[in-house]
Every structure is written in C-alpha cells, then in structure tokens.
C-alpha cells in the first residue's frame, strides 16, 4: 500500500520556538494532504487542507498566521507551529490521497510537547 | 447537526459477540466511504472501504444505505485485539473538496 512518511515522530520544544514538521508521500503523487491535531482522549480534529501548488484551506478556529501550511510539491507538504505555547502541545498527524474519492494514507504522527 | 456523528461508546463486549456501529452524514453530496481504526496514539489505519452493495473482509462487513444516509460496520466474533476507536470517514467532493471524520466510537473487547 502507499506510504506517508512523517517527520520528526516527536519533538521537545521551548515556549516561543517555531517547530517544523514535515509530510511525504513516498510511492504517490498526493492531490490533496491534511494536517490534523488530536488531544488526549479526544478525535482528530482537521486543523487544514493543502492542495499543491495553492494556499491551504483552514478550518474555523485555526490560526492560519500561527500554523503554517506549504504545499510545495505533489509529494511534501509541512506545518510550522510558530511561536509553540503549551497550549499547542498535541499530536499531529498528515494524510495524503491521489485523488478526491480515494482513501486516506496517514503519516505516523508528530508527538509535540511545548515547555 | 454534525456533518458525520458517530456514537462516542464505550462499547464493551466479550469476546467472541458481535457488535454493530452505526454513521450517520448529512451531506447527499458525499461520494465515498471508510471506516479507519485508530489505536491510543497511533494513526489511524484504513479498515475497509464502503460500497453501496455492500462488502466483507473476514469478520468485517461494512454496508452504505445512501437513502438514510448512514454505514455501518458489524464486527463478528470478536478478539481482543479488535479493541481500539473506529472512526467513519466520508469524502465530499466539489469545489471544496472535504475529508470529514467522525468523532469515533471506542471499542473494548473484554476476555
């Protein structure tokens, strides 16, 4: 099956730092890539959709300033929390699909934890 | 009204029982189906795909009733490891080409 790789799997980061965390979809050329966060006990909430090539759709609620999507290619797309707070501290996880009705290949997630 | 509502659960069945989960979505438009299963802290992983006729994979059967506008999924004999949240996923596509998940409903098989 298709695989998407996501990187770093965690990450430790002080208040106030910027933390990149990286999506590829490596044996697929992905259309469309989401970005999720899930807290504790909780759902995956869709945080964005990103098309290549065009500015990411964010869902309400979701700063767009504080959570940055590029979409540079068919196969990488990244989120940038900027300025990391507590409050930010969840998992994040991506997914990639070829085309509009096609399933959903998930990364492995990003644990993030803001000191 | 949720686009996609799933009962939260907790379901607890023994093993060897049968368990059925419902989902239901409000958009007509929707045009594809899934159910994923997502383990504590890990992503979610596809389970199966829904067709309109209906489809099984071992114990899995997963059926579409686009009418009423719910899937399901029947787990038969089930094992403790079938024990995890099983989210319903329905894709809408169109100028705003959506992904919506359901809340999941949580799984514990009990020995």
């Known amino acids: 099956g298709a695989v998407v790789s996501q990187h770093p799997s965690w990450v430790i980061c002080k208040s106030g730092t910027s933390v990149k965390i990286e999506c590829r979809s490596l044996?697929?050329?992905?259309?469309?890539m989401f970005w999720y966060r899930q807290f504790p006990k909780q759902s995956l909430m869709l945080m964005a959709t990103?098309?290549?090539?065009?500015?990411?759709?964010?869902e309400q609620g979701v700063e767009k300033d504080k959570f940055l999507i590029n979409h540079a290619s068919l196969t990488l797309s990244t989120l940038t929390v900027t300025s990391a707070h507590p409050e930010d501290s969840s998992f994040y996880i991506c997914s990639a699909r070829r085309g509009v009705t096609e399933k959903l290949f998930f990364g492995s997630g990003t644990q993030l934890s803001v000191l | 009204r949720k686009e996609v509502e799933q009962d939260p659960g907790p379901f607890n069945v023994p093993e060897g029982a049968t368990v059925a989960f419902n989902c239901t979505y409000s958009n007509s438009a929707s045009q594809s189906f899934f159910w994923y299963r997502q383990d504590c802290r890990k992503e979610p992983k596809l389970l199966m795909s829904?067709?309109?006729s209906g489809n099984e994979d071992g114990r899995f059967t997963a059926q579409l009733n686009r009418a009423s506008q719910y899937i399901s999924l029947l787990i038969r004999d089930s094992k403790l490891s079938d024990s995890a949240t099983y989210l319903c996923v329905v894709n809408r596509a169109g100028g705003y080409q959506k992904v919506t998940f359901g809340t999941g409903t949580k799984l514990q098989v009990i020995p």
């Open positions: 044996d697929f050329q992905a259309t469309t």
């Open positions: 829904v067709y309109s």
């Open positions: 990103s098309n290549e090539g065009s500015k990411a759709t964010y």
